[in-house]
């Protein structure tokens, strides 16, 4: 998992299901809308570090535009 594009963004250690959703979110696996919702789940706390995270990696992420994905149980990948 490369952070080095957001490494200004990640403070501390994070629950283990953040990570993964982080992980999954660098790897193109999950959209920037997908890991929005779910990367802060564990702690409420970690919104900001969301933000800051998918606003380094998405600048043009429109939410708006957000639709239920893979994480959300649907069998397509988001993207």
Avoid at 51 to 78: H, T, V
Wanted: charge should be negative; charged fraction near 20%; hydrophobic fraction near 30%.
């Amino acid at each position: 998992m490369d952070t080095s594009l957001i490494s200004s963004c990640l403070n501390g250690e994070y629950h283990w299901y953040s990570r993964q959703i982080l992980e999954l979110y660098l790897d193109h696996v999950i959209n920037t809308g997908d890991f929005l919702r779910w990367f802060h789940m564990p702690n409420s706390s970690y919104l900001p570090t969301s933000e800051c995270i998918a606003n380094s990696l998405d600048p043009d992420y429109d939410y708006r535009q957000w639709k239920p994905g893979l994480l959300d149980g649907f069998m397509e990948k988001s993207g």
